[in-house]
């Protein structure tokens, strides 16, 4: 088991991805019925419609007319990924695809969309995930999020593209450039505001900033192993939640 049964949604998203909106929205959606969501790979950029591998041959056939999404953001509701056995479903379809080394070439992403049939995403409304290889110009002010998605045509480095695309990227990159040169220093504020200064190794500095960790963001899931390396096994899940005030 990844995550502890007291919690009950995650939230992912993408290391290299802008969030634009209040995540709450996300956290309080109607998944109607489904164990989790993702948003559907945009098609408004029509000049990359020959690298639409979703809609041509082996994609097309098994998609048969489900969209195929992005697995940069999703929303997982984990009671009720546990209830439906979802995790097993996905195991015994990963099993048998797995044997074939062409299968699955962006697993994260290919597995979910593959198991479609028998677990079912949500899609998400096209706004909460857009990035410039997929999507057109003109849909870019509405996106909730920003992914810097490769793009198959220019292989154009992310920082690069950060910087051009996002363009509030060169004031959070200088963020977390400032944190970086003094990792010792992160503020962490704890249910009842109470305020902790907090050690913070390299390991969890990697994994917060995995996490796309900033001011005011709130984090709601925090394994175990996570929990610990912050508090010690006395706090040990007596705190799931955690409001980031600095880092
Ligand atoms: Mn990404």
């Known amino acids: 088991m990844l995550f502890p049964l007291s919690l009950n949604k995650v939230i992912f998203v993408d290391a290299d991805q802008v969030v634009r909106s209040d995540m709450k929205e996300l956290w309080h959606m109607d998944l109607?019925?489904?164990?989790?969501?993702?948003?559907?790979?945009?098609?408004?950029?029509?000049?990359?419609?020959?690298?639409?591998?979703?809609?041509?041959?082996?994609?097309?056939?098994?998609?048969?007319?489900?969209?195929?999404?992005?697995?940069?953001?999703?929303?997982?509701?984990l009671a009720r990924f546990r209830r439906t056995a979802a995790g097993d479903q996905l195991r015994i379809m990963y099993e048998n695809l797995s044997k074939d080394p062409n299968s699955l070439a962006n697993?994260?992403?290919?597995?979910?969309?593959?198991?479609?049939?028998?677990?079912?995403?949500?899609?998400?409304?096209?706004?909460?995930?857009?990035c410039e290889s997929w999507c057109g110009n003109h849909t870019k002010a509405a996106a909730k999020?920003?992914?810097?998605?490769?793009?198959?045509?220019?292989?154009?480095?992310?920082?690069?593209?950060?910087?051009?695309?996002?363009?509030?990227?060169?004031?959070?990159?200088?963020?977390?450039?400032?944190?970086?040169?003094?990792?010792?220093?992160?503020?962490l504020k704890a249910p009842g505001s109470k305020r902790l200064k907090l050690k913070c190794d390299e390991s969890l500095w990697n994994f917060a900033f995995k996490f796309n960790l900033r001011r005011h963001t709130e984090v709601r899931a925090f394994t175990d192993e996570v929990e610990e390396r912050l508090y010690g096994r006395a706090l040990h899940s007596s705190t799931s939640q955690l409001n980031l005030s600095r880092f």
């Open 32 to 77: 109607k019925g489904a164990p989790y969501a993702y948003t559907p790979m945009c098609d408004s950029n029509k000049e990359m419609e020959g690298f639409r591998f979703w809609k041509q041959g082996f994609w097309k056939d098994h998609l048969a007319g489900k969209p195929y999404h992005i697995s940069a953001l999703y929303v997982v509701d």
């Open 107 to 130: 697993l994260d992403q290919d597995l979910p969309n593959y198991a479609q049939h028998q677990v079912p995403i949500f899609s998400l409304p096209q706004t909460w995930l857009w």
């Open 145 to 187: 999020t920003i992914d810097l998605c490769n793009n198959p045509m220019t292989k154009e480095p992310k920082l690069k593209g950060a910087a051009r695309i996002v363009k509030e990227w060169p004031s959070l990159d200088a963020e977390v450039r400032a944190v970086q040169v003094d990792p010792m220093k992160p503020m």
